[in-house]
């Protein structure tokens, strides 16, 4: 189907939905309510964008009908003049309403699990593994993303070894993906007396949360640990055993949860983060099959990819997929990613079209 015809179909789909919305029956039905309006806002974007597009095709049409027929050189002059300005628009607005129709990555809309782990770099990589979780938080304020802490483990110097936290709001997933991998970070550490720069890292890994209907778990292949909570994630040690460490016996998984003073409460937490990551591995053997046609640094999420780098002394801040660096460290480490992660979309986009358009 060529570009116009799916613009029509598209359209036909939005009117419909338009006119059902509007149905007495369908306004008394709020699931089917809810799922019309989310399609609908989903279509807004390609339709504003196609009525601009409709436009344009139709005064290049009667542009190129006045020179044809217009006996006055000066107003086919201008005609001409204009149509080449449409001819650009046109080329313009058919270039976005491509990007628009690319297939969307159905888990954009999902909530994520997030685990930060210090790297190479001894209490400076705690320190950073700190900082890069305190980076998201401030993220997530910013974008009214719900944060809920699932496991922590702290190291010296007030660092963190490792913090497992759930995001949830709208478009999680669509933002959030592009961090996984290894972040670097280059700077003077405050036990530096010399004033020598460290480098050291910490990796994130990034699992959209997986519905029940995705992920099926036997609970046979299951081993259930109840211990008592302690240290960081237990901020109050408890007396009681409340801990849950959950090990996943075919895959060798293991996921555990303390931060809630209810042992239900802390295994259901568990539960959740072991179904993103066995969503994950599946997610993955999928890529593989994939990667053969098209092999995406962008988007492979794989944790042993070094991604970013982050150079305090020069307020840097450097991803190594796109070639992009950006000299607002300051703001970036306090949560403004909006300008990293609209570049890294904007990257991904224009990779997904070109392959799109070689096949």
Not at 66 to 87: M, Q, R, V
Not at 95 to 123: C, H, S, Y
Not at 210 to 230: C, H, T
Request: net charge negative; hydrophobic share 35%.
């Amino acid at each position: 189907m060529d570009l116009i015809g799916k613009l029509i179909k598209i359209n036909s789909r939005y009117e419909d939905i338009n006119a059902q919305l509007s149905n007495s029956e369908i306004i008394s039905d709020r699931n089917k309510m809810i799922s019309l309006s989310k399609e609908r806002s989903d279509l807004e974007e390609i339709i504003k964008v196609y009525q601009e597009y409709d436009s344009v095709l139709k005064n290049i049409t009667g542009n190129k009908e006045i020179i044809s027929s217009e006996k006055d050189k000066e107003l086919i002059e201008f005609a001409e003049t204009e149509l080449t300005e449409l001819n650009e628009q046109k080329e313009k607005l058919e270039e976005k309403i491509k990007f628009i129709l690319l297939p969307k990555d159905p888990n954009d809309d999902k909530d994520v699990i997030v685990e930060i782990r210090a790297g190479t770099g001894g209490d400076e990589a705690g320190l950073f593994a700190g900082d890069m979780f305190r980076m998201y938080s401030r993220y997530a304020e910013f974008r009214s993303w719900k944060l809920e802490i699932i496991d922590i483990s702290e190291s010296g110097m007030g660092g963190i070894k490792e913090v497992v936290f759930s995001l949830n709001g709208d478009g999680v997933y669509g933002d959030m993906k592009f961090e996984r991998g290894v972040h670097r970070v280059q700077r003077v550490p405050d036990t530096e007396a010399s004033g020598r720069v460290h480098t050291s890292a910490a990796s994130v890994a990034v699992l959209p949360e997986a519905e029940d209907v995705q992920i099926e778990i036997n609970p046979n292949d299951l081993k259930i640990d109840i211990f008592r909570s302690g240290g960081a994630g237990g901020q109050s040690v408890n007396k009681l055993e409340t801990a849950v460490r959950i090990t996943h016996l075919p895959t060798k998984i293991v996921v555990q949860c303390q931060d809630e003073r209810s042992q239900l409460k802390n295994k259901h937490k568990a539960l959740k983060v072991l179904k993103a990551r066995l969503y994950d591995l599946e997610l993955k053997k999928q890529n593989e099959k994939i990667s053969s046609q098209r092999k995406s640094m962008i988007g492979s999420g794989d944790r042993s990819d070094k991604i970013r780098t982050y150079n305090f002394p020069q307020n840097r801040v450097t991803d190594h997929r796109i070639g992009l660096t950006l000299y607002n460290l300051s703001g970036i480490i306090e949560g403004d990613l909006d300008e990293l992660i609209e570049q890294l979309k904007i990257a991904d986009r224009a990779e997904k079209l070109q392959v799109s358009g070689s096949n």
